[in-house]
């Protein structure tokens, strides 16, 4: 099984400042102090959006690895040709497919549901 690398959560302050943080953790606002905490996120939309995230990335990464997966072996086998051949390919799959991956993350963070965290000591 493939391990699901966490997504960060952007937090904005109400003075405007913006951080990163990791679901559950808590965030300190660097220029006002204020507190934030995100142990409120639900659990399961965050995890749809991960796996979503993560399957998108996993497809570019695959198709890459089964070209050079072909092509490496066959470079020793058959003639290093074959390795300029699989070069050319991987840059075709990469210039011609990555655009496509790049918009669906795009479209994934767009559609992304948006969570109010309250200040920490706030009721």
């Not at 991960?50 to 020793?76: D, S």
Request: hydrophobic content about 45%.
């Amino acid at each position: 099984m493939i391990a699901v690398k966490p997504l960060a959560l952007v937090v904005t302050c109400g003075c405007g400042e913006r951080g990163r943080v990791m679901p559950g953790e808590t965030w300190s606002c660097p220029a006002c102090g204020r507190t934030y905490g995100t142990g409120d996120v639900p659990e399961e939309e965050y995890a749809a959006v991960v796996r979503e995230v993560n399957r998108t990335k996993l497809r570019a990464i695959g198709g890459m690895a089964v070209i050079a997966a072909i092509f490496f072996p066959l470079g020793f086998i058959l003639g290093g040709e074959l390795w300029l051949t699989g070069i050319v390919l991987l840059a075709v799959f990469y210039f011609g497919y990555g655009p496509k991956v790049k918009r669906d993350v795009r479209r994934i963070i767009r559609t992304l549901p948006h969570w109010t965290i309250r200040e920490m000591g706030d009721d």
